[in-house]
């Protein structure tokens, strides 16, 4: 494992601010921020560079293989997401394919992951944002949501909270994904992906 010198990775969890949102499903990204923040044993500080809450440190055993890593739940409004990432993105010198988003999919079944290095945004608005603000080309650590039951709008279902079936999961799934980034982060995507892409 080489040492990590040079820029830190910028990893990004995807939701909507204020206590109406938290336990959204659209807010997974959110979830496993915090949960990744516990693990950094910090917490989040309003950034001076943007509209964003940070928390500065590094994954992995003090030493060599550690991985500087600058956390980042955006402020904004999820499909305005592009503007304080880039701008943190900017204020770091991250280069795009160290910036990682965490964020809910639909098109995967509830508590599947995916890991991939850009793509289309599939219609999420959050990665939406992101893209306009920065290009395709970061890393995603796609969190599956399942789709909507009957004719549920796609809108009220990521804005409705984990129903009481699936939260007796969530801690767990969520626990799984922010393994998923960690491993990203220190072996790469490819040995990321073969352990994580179930």
């Known amino acids: 494992m080489t040492s990590d010198s040079g820029a830190p990775w910028l990893v990004v969890g995807l939701g909507n ?3 109406g949102y938290a336990a959204n499903r659209h807010n ?17 500080k309003r950034a001076a560079k943007a509209q964003a809450q940070v928390l500065e440190g590094r994954f992995g055993a003090p030493g060599p293989a550690s991985r500087r890593v600058v956390l980042v739940k955006p402020a904004s409004y999820m499909n305005l997401s592009g503007g304080p990432v880039s701008a943190l993105r900017d204020f770091y010198k991250v280069p795009l394919e160290r910036v990682l988003a965490v ?18 945004d599939n219609g999420h608005n959050g ?35 984990f ?36």
């Open 17 to 19: 601010p204020g206590p």
């Open 28 to 44: 997974v990204g959110f979830m496993v921020a915090d949960l990744l923040a516990g693990r950094m044993g910090g917490s989040f």
């Open 103 to 120: 964020h809910d999919e639909l098109d995967i079944d509830y508590g599947t992951l995916r890991l991939k290095l850009g793509g289309g």
């Open 127 to 161: 990665l939406k944002s992101m893209t306009k603000a920065m290009g395709p080309d970061y890393h995603r650590v796609r969190f599956g949501i399942g789709r909507p039951p009957g004719r549920m709008q796609v809108a009220d279902f990521v804005l409705k909270d």
């Open 163 to 198: 129903s009481s079936v699936e939260r007796k999961e969530l801690d767990y799934f969520v626990d799984r994904a922010a393994d998923a980034v960690e491993s990203l982060v220190a072996d790469g995507l490819e040995r990321a992906q073969s352990s994580y892409n179930s």
